[in-house]
């Protein structure tokens, strides 16, 4: 997963860094709130772990910032040294999705991510998904629309996949580059453009068939499924 890590302690965050990395996990330090709210108004994530005493707003105020403006249910991890009932009580009722109290084992904090992963992506390990009227099949590398197999190169088949399994959400150039063509790649996000243009006429990612392919400014892509409006025919055509 791609992962926005907010702690202000700069020892500790790299040592979660360097946890994270193990797991096989992407992931951006935050020592602040208003630098991580920052970076998640332009940038996409599939979890954030939040700090709760942060040098400038509490990781409460963060917190009640995603739920306000991420259109997603984006999991969110309270990773903290506040260990008071009414402090866990209070970040689980205003939106936290799973509380740790410091200091934290490395193996129980990468258990609990996979398990806030599972639960946000359930067919993630599905062999054969359909969404819509697309078919992925990862065990073969295919993509069927309409049950007709699309063909597909390895990059665009990666990207498709990446798009349909993140349905809905808004998700950033950086986070697509990152997750199809990895973080050592050397690209011009004309490239991501480019791949979308294409994936969007092979899939015929249109209102006509159900969905709709976004570019969002100054951030990236966002896949719908919307409604297929069924055509009205004039009367006098109709009879």
């Known amino acids: 997963m791609r992962i926005a890590l907010l702690e202000d302690d700069p020892q500790q965050g790299e040592l979660m860094k360097i946890w994270l990395e193990d797991g096989g996990h992407t992931s951006q330090l935050f020592h602040a709130g208003k630098d991580c709210i920052k970076a998640l108004s332009h940038d996409s994530f599939d979890l954030v772990i939040i700090d709760w005493q942060l040098p400038d707003i509490g990781g409460d105020r963060v917190l ?24 866990i009580v209070s ?69 498709a996949v990446f798009l349909l399994k993140h349905t809905g959400r808004i998700l950033s150039r950086g986070h697509i580059m990152e997750s199809v063509w990895g973080r050592s790649a050397n690209l011009n996000t004309r490239t991501v453009d480019t791949h979308i243009s294409r994936i969007r006429k092979k ?37």
């Open 64 to 87: 009640a910032w995603i739920r306000e403006h991420i259109d997603w249910m984006i999991p969110v991890l309270f990773v903290t040294a506040r260990h008071e009932p009414e402090d």
């Open 91 to 159: 970040a689980l009722e205003n939106g936290a999705d799973d509380y740790m109290i410091k200091p934290v084992q490395r193996t129980e904090m990468l258990a609990r991510i996979a398990a806030l992963g599972r639960r946000s992506h359930t067919s993630a390990d599905s062999t054969v998904t359909r969404i819509g009227n697309v078919v992925i099949d990862t065990s073969k590398r295919q993509v069927f629309v309409d049950e007709l197999e699309v063909e597909l190169t390895g990059k665009e088949y990666d990207l």
């Open 203 to 239: 899939l015929d990612l249109t209102p006509e068939k159900g969905w709709r392919l976004t570019a969002i400014y100054q951030h990236g892509y966002r896949l719908e499924q919307i409604e297929i409006k069924e055509e009205v025919l004039p009367a006098a055509l109709a009879g």
